[in-house]
């Protein structure tokens, strides 16, 4: 398997701007979590999916932010408008279980650096 | 209020040196503790993971030990590699009315030959 697939790697974006992350998980993990990343605040849960249903989004900033996934195969986390406060390391990963159902183990993608100017 | 606290914060060894970082938690109630490495402009990794029940585990070279009384863990690194180098961040999930999960700031650790 080639692991969580995030895309892109890399985005630069105009403040006001609609930005979209994709995230490809594992084959058969029935759990998926987008994380963020930033040097003042550290890694935080944003938001995740079992079996394709969002089951906590407490961790979303604002309703500028909104994530999917539509399919097993699929998630996009949108921020719609971007603004400079945003630029962040965005983390897919995904798991077996999830919260709730003891140990699991989670697998990260390379994530997408995000800068918005 | 639910936090994890990593120390030190940075920290920088001669290869071949033993180390030990810190992470304290005052999670209640407690589920479980992950010990992640975090190499540069790369996700992060899971070294162990712990329930309450569990006082250490091993990961090769990386033992974590766990005291769910004192609320403290560590991360030990035995004979340190220049692969070593990364941050290292413990990563604590507890049960309230839905299963959460709190990162540590983490600690970045730099080897030097």
């Given at each position: 398997?080639?692991?969580?697939?995030?895309?892109?790697?890399?985005?630069?974006?105009?403040?006001?701007?609609?930005?979209?992350?994709?995230?490809?998980p594992?084959?058969?993990?029935?759990?998926?979590?987008?994380?963020?990343?930033?040097?003042?605040?550290?890694?935080?849960?944003?938001?995740?999916?079992?079996?394709?249903?969002?089951?906590?989004?407490?961790?979303?900033?604002?309703?500028?932010?909104?994530?999917?996934?539509?399919?097993?195969?699929?998630?996009?986390?949108?921020?719609?408008?971007?603004?400079?406060?945003?630029?962040?390391?965005?983390?897919?990963?995904?798991?077996?279980?999830?919260?709730?159902?003891?140990?699991?183990?989670?697998?990260?993608?390379?994530?997408?650096?995000?800068?918005v100017? | 209020?639910?936090?994890?606290?990593?120390?030190?914060?940075?920290?920088?060894?001669?290869?071949?040196?033993?180390?030990?970082?810190?992470?304290?938690?005052?999670?209640?109630?407690?589920?479980?503790?992950?010990?992640?490495?975090?190499?540069?402009?790369?996700?992060?990794?899971?070294?162990?993971?712990?329930?309450?029940?569990?006082?250490?585990?091993?990961?090769?070279?990386?033992?974590?030990?766990?005291?769910?009384?004192?609320?403290?863990?560590?991360?030990?690194?035995?004979?340190?590699?220049?692969?070593?180098?990364?941050?290292?961040?413990?990563?604590?999930?507890?049960y309230?009315?839905?299963?959460?999960?709190?990162?540590?700031?983490?600690?970045?650790?730099?080897?030097?030959?």
């Amino acid at each position: 398997d080639a692991g969580v697939i995030q895309s892109p790697r890399h985005e630069v974006t105009e403040m006001g701007q609609e930005v979209t992350l994709r995230c490809k998980p594992i084959s058969g993990h029935d759990y998926l979590f987008w994380y963020r990343q930033t040097m003042m605040r550290g890694l935080e849960l944003l938001i995740y999916f079992n079996n394709n249903v969002p089951i906590d989004d407490s961790g979303m900033p604002e309703d500028r932010f909104s994530a999917k996934m539509p399919n097993a195969s699929f998630s996009t986390l949108k921020i719609q408008p971007s603004e400079p406060r945003d630029s962040a390391v965005y983390f897919c990963a995904s798991s077996l279980r999830g919260p709730g159902q003891g140990i699991y183990e989670q697998y990260f993608g390379p994530g997408t650096r995000l800068t918005v100017t | 209020k639910n936090q994890v606290e990593q120390s030190p914060q940075s920290l920088i060894i001669l290869e071949g040196k033993n180390c030990t970082l810190q992470c304290n938690y005052t999670v209640s109630p407690f589920s479980n503790l992950r010990w992640y490495k975090q190499d540069t402009g790369r996700g992060p990794v899971s070294l162990t993971i712990m329930t309450f029940s569990e006082n250490t585990k091993s990961n090769g070279r990386y033992t974590a030990t766990l005291d769910a009384d004192t609320k403290q863990s560590s991360l030990h690194i035995t004979a340190s590699q220049l692969s070593d180098s990364a941050s290292y961040i413990c990563v604590v999930t507890f049960y309230s009315s839905a299963s959460k999960i709190i990162f540590g700031s983490g600690t970045r650790l730099s080897i030097r030959p």
